[in-house]
């Protein structure tokens, strides 16, 4: 496997650091906790985007795009690392923000991600929950053809194949970083929502040869399809590396008991692994993702599901989402 054979612009802050995270492992009784800081990839904020968007930047610019197009949910924080990438090459940035959580709160519609795209220079359209984000991807696109752009579609969380090689460098990356340590990891935890970081995680690790299990915590669809997702996209990134027969269906596992009432809707537990992880580890999780992994992580190890294993936590980023969720977490945080 050999990533530099892909066309990739750079800009991302790599590598992340890998770090113990020993107050909370106390405070929950084991495991042992690490976290991999992919919040930290350094573009406008950063997050796990970050990561898919050096891949997704290079097939565009060699492509010769002067515009991105792309999608996601009105808090998205794929929009948000789109945007910034954009800014960042002079492209111009046209995005679908669909209205998939059911609130009209200003805070929400306004604040957090959908602040820092406008700050950004993106141009923003809403769309009704449910709506066919692929036909209004497409339509859009046709739009900026009409007007004598180039756009370069790139897909709700940058989850295709070209997007999720940057989950295959994370895997790299990560492992090569626990060897430096001698650290032996038993278990990597992620969020796993749209695919690409999941799938490009049991690819990379698949093709490494370095199995170590990893554990997707849904946030939105049921397991059969997340899986089925996760499954697909990780079998297609490996077949873009040329070795499709390396990724099995066993190596992709994903638990969705955590997503409680929807996708983007909060509940008691995921506040309160949000103080939890900010008050041991003074880390900031955000509420759609990593709070929802980690309300997963926080359960199932008071459970004993991970006994006296070293688990990493990849912190997929999402912070500058809290702010959208002010009305939200006032109230909940004595
Ligand atoms: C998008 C996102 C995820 C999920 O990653 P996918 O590749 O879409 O599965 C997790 N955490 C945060 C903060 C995200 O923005």
């Known amino acids: 496997m050999h990533l530099a054979r892909f066309p990739r612009a750079r800009f991302a802050h790599l590598p992340t650091p890998l770090e113990p995270m ?18 930290c990839t350094g573009l406008a904020g950063g997050g796990n985007k970050t990561r898919k968007l050096e891949f997704l930047l290079g097939a565009a610019l ?8 792309t999608q996601g949910a009105v808090q998205s924080n794929h929009v ?9 090459f002079g492209l111009k940035c046209e995005v679908i923000l ?7 709160a200003v805070d929400y519609t306004a604040s957090g991600n959908v602040l820092l795209d406008r700050l950004l220079g993106a141009k923003l359209r809403n769309v009704a929950a449910g709506s066919d984000m692929n036909a209004a991807l497409e339509s859009v696109a046709e739009e900026v053809r009409a007007a004598g752009g180039k756009p370069y579609v790139i ?30 990891i038993d278990r990597i935890v992620t969020a796993t929502g749209s695919a690409g970081t999941h799938a490009g995680l049991v690819a990379g690790l698949a093709l490494i040869g370095a199995d170590i299990p990893v554990l997707g915590i849904g946030v939105r669809a049921p397991k059969e399809t997340q899986e089925a997702n996760v499954h697909k996209l990780a079998v297609q990134t490996a077949a873009l590396l040329g ?59 008071r459970a004993g599901a991970f006994k006296d294993e070293t688990v990493v936590f990849l912190h997929t ?17 004595a």
């Not at 948000?80 to 960042?88: G, I, K, L, M, V």
């Not at 669909?98 to 009209?104: D, F, G, I, L």
């Not at 500058?320 to 945080?333: A, I």
């Open 317 to 333: 980023g999402g912070a500058q989402g809290l702010f959208g969720y002010h009305s939200v977490l006032e109230g909940h945080l």
């Open 98 to 104: 669909e209205e998939r959580v059911p609130t009209n």
């Open 155 to 184: 897909p709700g969380g940058g989850s295709n194949p070209i997007g999720a090689l940057g989950y295959v460098d994370c895997a790299i990356e990560l492992v090569a970083q626990a060897n430096a340590q001698g650290l032996v």
């Open 243 to 301: 070795h499709e027969e390396r990724v099995t269906r066993e190596m992709t596992v994903a638990d969705c008991d955590y997503v409680g009432a929807g996708y983007g809707l909060v509940d008691e537990a995921v506040i309160d692994g949000l103080k939890l992880v900010a008050r041991t580890e003074a880390l900031l999780l955000d509420p759609v993702y990593t709070g929802k992994a980690m309300k997963g992580l926080i359960a199932l190890s």
């Open 80 to 88: 948000r690392q789109t945007a910034a990438a954009a800014a960042r």
């Open 62 to 69: 060699e492509a010769g795009a002067d515009t991105l197009v």
């Open 22 to 39: 020993p107050r909370l492992s106390e405070a929950l009784g084991g495991p042992r906790l690490f976290v991999k800081r992919d919040d």
